[in-house]
């Protein structure tokens, strides 16, 4: 399901493409626009319900991926990679307190990151697996399968999952 | 002097907490001004995601006239905290005048800001950053954005910018920069100096109950040795015996007496002494918190100041009454035990004193295991409470939608949880402890065990350990335990009473943002002219809610000030009552900068009535007179009936002196509008400033609540937010604000003339609506 927003209606199929300017671009019959993608279900519904956004408000809203052609998909898809990126967190060195925060050193698959979170600020578990951290300046870390961590990540991240 | 220390903290901030440099790297810096031509960074900020959204460490650097991003040509991995000036960087540049627009594409942990050049042609250049560098992206984006529009605006230290940018959630969370363990104790300590006297008194009373505490168990073993075995034995007379041993006895009772009138001296004089620090800190603190700004209200939590000024002055209160005196004398006698026991016999001393280091490490470790045990226990009771604030508040809603049995059932949930929790805390700590004694009664059978053979003595021997050591002996042991015990526990005592006097500290060094200069000015009276100058606005630093507004206005004009949320019209107001700082230009009343003026005299001169009034916990009359406190009742009566205030309140069973309760709880949305109408008025404000001050009541209400606004407004400059355009009829003139900037003014006819205008589709909009 692609519905167009009102100003849109009855127009041609809606087409996705990244234009030199580096911007994702939506277009349809006669009109094209840049837009930005934002997921309405993050964590439990990460491929559907895509919001397609200029300043004015929403341009489309896809119901899933496989409701647009090829092209359009694969520039859909590497915008909701974009979008929807978060540091994935595959080890974790280090947890330690302080007054009022908590200090993480991690290994990331992006690469190692020391953060920090308030200390009453615990890591939250998300519709699609695993658990997500946030830290003091708001980027999000996932651990994906706390389960599957090695055993001193696991021993670190004990007191924080159930 | 103040600025410097701030970056100095900052930049030690950035090195501690982050693995990103404190500033730009040299070579990135003067690979950059290389390609400048030698012209200087004037601002810069780290680019710590690569296309790939890996890792990584680049830099984008604004100058006079071009934007550059350095990156390392052969680079991988992550950013490091490394200022070497070894290592090579390439910049790619692009002159300021070909920009023609950025644009963020803010993700959930990564953000994109394409900087765009010609339509249509490939962007100048692409960025993508983590959030922690958004504020120091937001600091070159704006300077861009402003001169996109034609403003100029001045940049400072280009290193200091930065790291205050990277600092600055980290400071937000913990304004002080840990550490300094020794240095807290010790300021936390000189809180005492004051009552020099009374610790002194203390102290000695403590020492004292520790030494005499020694001298029971001396008296046992030389009751034994020099009495009972001299008289059983027939070398002392049974009268000499009986003499001394009433001595004896004499002195054991002299030795208690000493010891509880020293206990009740140290008691009573310690802990008046720490609530007479607790009440010197809730008093500094309070008074404190009474100069800090606005911006430091909106940062912490409201629960978490009240804690702060309650149970962590409280918690210090038991460490400087007790803890300070129990861990010192502890160490005390642990010491004094073991030189005793050493003393009296130094082989079986040996076998009591060497476990004792041994059995405080047990303890400590324990504490720290422990710990994650709280922190597990600790989150699950959040989210315990988590519901009970959710749903208390929100009854209404739950029993609306006949939730209660799934609440419950949430809640039941979550308890059992925490419960299982605190068990498992209990399963560990009732191991620990008697495993622990048997550890320590273990050390005593081996006392026996050493002591025995040699009581017992070599046959056609003497004993080389007479009986009375050995008694003296056991009774020391015994001793052991509670100091062992204080000492152990010594660590997380002072780690607890450190982070409460880190909690207490933080908010008393926290520097008011809004500071009046040294000799400011006091217009008497004021005007009430007020003008923006190309004012602009953020507050947290990345999102800006102003962008370059510039208006005048003239003294006794009714301003309504309009437009979507979020345009930016309460921070107008926010500004005009000089609550925050403009970023960029500059707000004047009666042509004079607020930053000039004496903002405490300013602000008596601003009378602000909001859409949810606050009342105070007290009676009307304390209400209406909150910023007069020395009015009469006819001026209080006076402003009431100004307000339509006085008919409601007469009726009211105990009138003007009616308790409002907390927040003014016991009168109705229209009654407490009213009542901040009068305090309004009784203000006498020059300047006044109404937001949305009638929008949560009824059409009868709001009409009464209309005329006494219009008996309020009349001869002042006032500032009227309103999303019904209806009430703003006496406005002089109409603002529309949209996205942080002012994008049409006129009269109310003028600007229904604009079609396409925003507030021509607003007022058609409400119009629709009205007639339904």
Redesign the interface.
């Given at each position: 399901m692609i519905r167009l927003s009102e100003k849109y209606q009855g127009l041609a199929e809606l087409t996705l493409e990244r234009?030199?300017?580096?911007?994702l671009w939506a277009s349809g019959d006669d009109w094209a626009k840049?837009v930005?993608v934002h997921r309405c279900f993050?964590w439990s519904e990460p491929g559907r319900f895509l919001s397609l956004r200029d300043d004015d408000g929403e341009v489309a809203l896809v119901g899933g991926l496989d409701e647009l052609d090829d092209p359009s998909r694969r520039v859909l898809e590497s915008a909701i990679?974009?979008?929807?990126?978060?540091?994935e967190v595959t080890r974790i060195m280090n947890v330690e307190?302080?007054?009022?925060?908590r200090?993480w050193e991690v290994e990331?698959r992006?690469?190692?990151?020391?953060?920090?979170t308030?200390l009453?600020d615990?890591p939250t578990t998300v519709p699609g697996g695993g658990i997500v951290i946030r830290?003091?300046?708001?980027?999000?870390y996932h651990v994906a399968d706390p389960t599957g961590l090695d055993g001193k990540s696991r021993k670190w991240l004990?007191?924080?999952v159930? | 002097m103040e600025r410097e220390t701030q970056n100095a903290i900052d930049r030690r901030i950035v090195e501690r907490y982050t693995d990103q440099p404190a500033r730009m790297p040299v070579a990135a810096r003067e690979a950059v001004e290389g390609a400048w031509g030698g012209r200087p960074v004037q601002l810069y900020a780290l680019i710590d995601l690569d296309a790939g959204m890996r890792l990584d460490e680049a830099w984008l650097a604004l100058g006079e006239s071009q934007v550059a991003i350095a990156r390392r040509p052969t680079q991988r991995g992550t950013p490091r905290a490394s200022d070497s000036v070894d290592e090579t960087w390439e910049a790619q540049t692009f002159p300021r005048e070909r920009l023609q627009a950025i644009r963020e594409t803010p993700g959930l942990s990564g953000n994109t800001l394409t900087f765009l050049g010609v339509p249509d042609e490939p962007a100048l250049a692409v960025v993508r950053y983590t959030h922690r560098q958004r504020r120091a992206v937001e600091n070159v984006r704006f300077v861009l954005e402003q001169e996109l529009e034609g403003r100029s605006v001045p940049t400072g230290d280009a290193d200091d910018a930065y790291a205050a940018s990277v600092a600055a959630p980290i400071r937000e969370a913990q304004a002080l920069v840990a550490g300094k363990q020794g240095a807290v104790l010790w300021r936390l300590l000189s809180y005492l100096g004051r009552y020099r006297g009374q610790v002194i008194l203390g102290f000695v009373a403590a020492t004292i109950i520790t030494g005499v505490s020694l001298v029971p168990p001396w008296l046992a073993g030389y009751l034994i040795d020099e009495v009972v075995r001299p008289v059983q034995d027939g070398v002392m007379s049974v009268e000499d015996g009986t003499t001394v041993a009433w001595l004896m006895v004499a002195a054991m009772a002299v030795v208690y007496l000493v010891r509880q009138a020293s206990a009740l001296i140290r008691l009573r004089y310690l802990a008046i002494l720490g609530e007479w620090v607790a009440r010197d800190l809730r008093t500094e603190l309070y008074e404190h918190l009474q100069r800090l700004s606005l911006g430091f209200y909106s940062r912490k939590k409201t629960g978490s100041l009240i804690t702060r000024v309650s149970s962590d002055t409280d918690r210090l209160w038991d460490f400087l009454a007790f803890g300070v005196v129990d861990a010192s004398l502890s160490a005390v006698m642990l010491m004094g035990l073991s030189a005793v026991l050493l003393s009296l016999d130094w082989k079986l001393g040996l076998v009591m004193v060497v476990p004792v280091p041994l059995f405080c490490w047990s303890i400590y470790k324990h504490g720290e295991h422990m710990n994650r045990f709280f922190i597990r226990a600790w989150r699950k009771w959040s989210r315990v409470t988590d519901i009970l604030s959710d749903t208390i508040p929100g009854m209404r809603v739950v029993k609306a939608f006949n939730q209660e049995e799934r609440e419950t059932g949430r809640f039941n949930e979550r308890n059992v949880d925490v419960t299982d929790e605190f068990n498992r805390i209990h399963q560990s700590w009732t191991t620990f402890w008697p495993v622990l004694m048997l550890a320590v009664h273990a050390t005593t059978v081996a006392v026996w065990a050493f002591a025995m053979p040699r009581l017992l003595g070599e046959p056609n021997a003497e004993p080389s350990l007479s009986a009375g050591t050995f008694v003296s002996f056991l009774l020391y042991t015994t001793m052991f335990i509670g100091p062992m015990e204080v000492i152990g526990q010594i660590a997380r005592t002072v780690q607890r009473a450190t982070t409460s006097a880190h909690r207490v500290f933080e908010v008393l060094d926290t520097e008011p943002e809004i500071v009046d200069r040294p000799d400011p000015v006091r217009l008497e009276p004021i005007e009430g002219q007020v003008a923006f100058e190309d004012v602009s606005f953020g507050y947290d630093g990345v999102r800006q809610v102003l962008r370059g507004v510039s208006f005048a206005v003239k003294p006794g004009e009714m301003i309504g000030l309009v437009g979507p949320s979020g345009g930016g019209k309460t921070t107008v107001t926010n500004l005009i009552a000089r609550f925050y700082d403009v970023t960029a230009g500059r707000v004047a009343i009666d042509g004079v900068d607020v930053r000039e003026l004496d903002t405490g005299h300013l602000r008596r001169q601003i009378g602000i009535v909001l859409q949810e009034p606050y009342l105070f916990h007290g009676s009307v009359t304390d209400n209406i007179r909150y910023g007069h406190p020395e009015a009469t009742p006819e001026r209080v009566i006076e402003a009431a009936k100004a307000a339509n205030a006085h008919d409601f309140i007469v009726k009211l069973p105990l009138g003007y002196d009616t308790i409002v309760g907390e927040r003014g709880q016991n009168l109705s949305g229209g009654e407490r509008q009213r009542v901040s109408i009068a305090r309004a008025i009784l203000h006498d404000p020059r300047i006044l400033i109404l937001d949305e001050a009638t929008s949560a009541v009824d059409t009868e209400t709001e009409r009464n609540i209309q005329e006494a606004m219009d008996r309020l407004v009349a001869g002042r400059t006032v500032f009227a937010i309103a999303h019904r355009l209806s009430t703003l009829h006496k406005a002089s003139r109409l603002f529309v604000m949209k996205e942080g900037r002012l994008v049409e003014s006129g009269t109310h006819e003028e600007l229904l003339a604009e079609p396409d205008g925003v507030y021509a589709k607003l007022h058609g909009l409400q119009m629709q609506l009205a007639v339904g």
């Amino acid at each position: 399901m692609i519905r167009l927003s009102e100003k849109y209606q009855g127009l041609a199929e809606l087409t996705l493409e990244r234009r030199t300017d580096g911007q994702l671009w939506a277009s349809g019959d006669d009109w094209a626009k840049p837009v930005r993608v934002h997921r309405c279900f993050p964590w439990s519904e990460p491929g559907r319900f895509l919001s397609l956004r200029d300043d004015d408000g929403e341009v489309a809203l896809v119901g899933g991926l496989d409701e647009l052609d090829d092209p359009s998909r694969r520039v859909l898809e590497s915008a909701i990679a974009e979008a929807g990126f978060v540091l994935e967190v595959t080890r974790i060195m280090n947890v330690e307190e302080e007054v009022e925060i908590r200090t993480w050193e991690v290994e990331t698959r992006q690469g190692p990151r020391i953060f920090q979170t308030r200390l009453d600020d615990w890591p939250t578990t998300v519709p699609g697996g695993g658990i997500v951290i946030r830290d003091v300046a708001g980027d999000l870390y996932h651990v994906a399968d706390p389960t599957g961590l090695d055993g001193k990540s696991r021993k670190w991240l004990w007191a924080f999952v159930d | 002097m103040e600025r410097e220390t701030q970056n100095a903290i900052d930049r030690r901030i950035v090195e501690r907490y982050t693995d990103q440099p404190a500033r730009m790297p040299v070579a990135a810096r003067e690979a950059v001004e290389g390609a400048w031509g030698g012209r200087p960074v004037q601002l810069y900020a780290l680019i710590d995601l690569d296309a790939g959204m890996r890792l990584d460490e680049a830099w984008l650097a604004l100058g006079e006239s071009q934007v550059a991003i350095a990156r390392r040509p052969t680079q991988r991995g992550t950013p490091r905290a490394s200022d070497s000036v070894d290592e090579t960087w390439e910049a790619q540049t692009f002159p300021r005048e070909r920009l023609q627009a950025i644009r963020e594409t803010p993700g959930l942990s990564g953000n994109t800001l394409t900087f765009l050049g010609v339509p249509d042609e490939p962007a100048l250049a692409v960025v993508r950053y983590t959030h922690r560098q958004r504020r120091a992206v937001e600091n070159v984006r704006f300077v861009l954005e402003q001169e996109l529009e034609g403003r100029s605006v001045p940049t400072g230290d280009a290193d200091d910018a930065y790291a205050a940018s990277v600092a600055a959630p980290i400071r937000e969370a913990q304004a002080l920069v840990a550490g300094k363990q020794g240095a807290v104790l010790w300021r936390l300590l000189s809180y005492l100096g004051r009552y020099r006297g009374q610790v002194i008194l203390g102290f000695v009373a403590a020492t004292i109950i520790t030494g005499v505490s020694l001298v029971p168990p001396w008296l046992a073993g030389y009751l034994i040795d020099e009495v009972v075995r001299p008289v059983q034995d027939g070398v002392m007379s049974v009268e000499d015996g009986t003499t001394v041993a009433w001595l004896m006895v004499a002195a054991m009772a002299v030795v208690y007496l000493v010891r509880q009138a020293s206990a009740l001296i140290r008691l009573r004089y310690l802990a008046i002494l720490g609530e007479w620090v607790a009440r010197d800190l809730r008093t500094e603190l309070y008074e404190h918190l009474q100069r800090l700004s606005l911006g430091f209200y909106s940062r912490k939590k409201t629960g978490s100041l009240i804690t702060r000024v309650s149970s962590d002055t409280d918690r210090l209160w038991d460490f400087l009454a007790f803890g300070v005196v129990d861990a010192s004398l502890s160490a005390v006698m642990l010491m004094g035990l073991s030189a005793v026991l050493l003393s009296l016999d130094w082989k079986l001393g040996l076998v009591m004193v060497v476990p004792v280091p041994l059995f405080c490490w047990s303890i400590y470790k324990h504490g720290e295991h422990m710990n994650r045990f709280f922190i597990r226990a600790w989150r699950k009771w959040s989210r315990v409470t988590d519901i009970l604030s959710d749903t208390i508040p929100g009854m209404r809603v739950v029993k609306a939608f006949n939730q209660e049995e799934r609440e419950t059932g949430r809640f039941n949930e979550r308890n059992v949880d925490v419960t299982d929790e605190f068990n498992r805390i209990h399963q560990s700590w009732t191991t620990f402890w008697p495993v622990l004694m048997l550890a320590v009664h273990a050390t005593t059978v081996a006392v026996w065990a050493f002591a025995m053979p040699r009581l017992l003595g070599e046959p056609n021997a003497e004993p080389s350990l007479s009986a009375g050591t050995f008694v003296s002996f056991l009774l020391y042991t015994t001793m052991f335990i509670g100091p062992m015990e204080v000492i152990g526990q010594i660590a997380r005592t002072v780690q607890r009473a450190t982070t409460s006097a880190h909690r207490v500290f933080e908010v008393l060094d926290t520097e008011p943002e809004i500071v009046d200069r040294p000799d400011p000015v006091r217009l008497e009276p004021i005007e009430g002219q007020v003008a923006f100058e190309d004012v602009s606005f953020g507050y947290d630093g990345v999102r800006q809610v102003l962008r370059g507004v510039s208006f005048a206005v003239k003294p006794g004009e009714m301003i309504g000030l309009v437009g979507p949320s979020g345009g930016g019209k309460t921070t107008v107001t926010n500004l005009i009552a000089r609550f925050y700082d403009v970023t960029a230009g500059r707000v004047a009343i009666d042509g004079v900068d607020v930053r000039e003026l004496d903002t405490g005299h300013l602000r008596r001169q601003i009378g602000i009535v909001l859409q949810e009034p606050y009342l105070f916990h007290g009676s009307v009359t304390d209400n209406i007179r909150y910023g007069h406190p020395e009015a009469t009742p006819e001026r209080v009566i006076e402003a009431a009936k100004a307000a339509n205030a006085h008919d409601f309140i007469v009726k009211l069973p105990l009138g003007y002196d009616t308790i409002v309760g907390e927040r003014g709880q016991n009168l109705s949305g229209g009654e407490r509008q009213r009542v901040s109408i009068a305090r309004a008025i009784l203000h006498d404000p020059r300047i006044l400033i109404l937001d949305e001050a009638t929008s949560a009541v009824d059409t009868e209400t709001e009409r009464n609540i209309q005329e006494a606004m219009d008996r309020l407004v009349a001869g002042r400059t006032v500032f009227a937010i309103a999303h019904r355009l209806s009430t703003l009829h006496k406005a002089s003139r109409l603002f529309v604000m949209k996205e942080g900037r002012l994008v049409e003014s006129g009269t109310h006819e003028e600007l229904l003339a604009e079609p396409d205008g925003v507030y021509a589709k607003l007022h058609g909009l409400q119009m629709q609506l009205a007639v339904g």
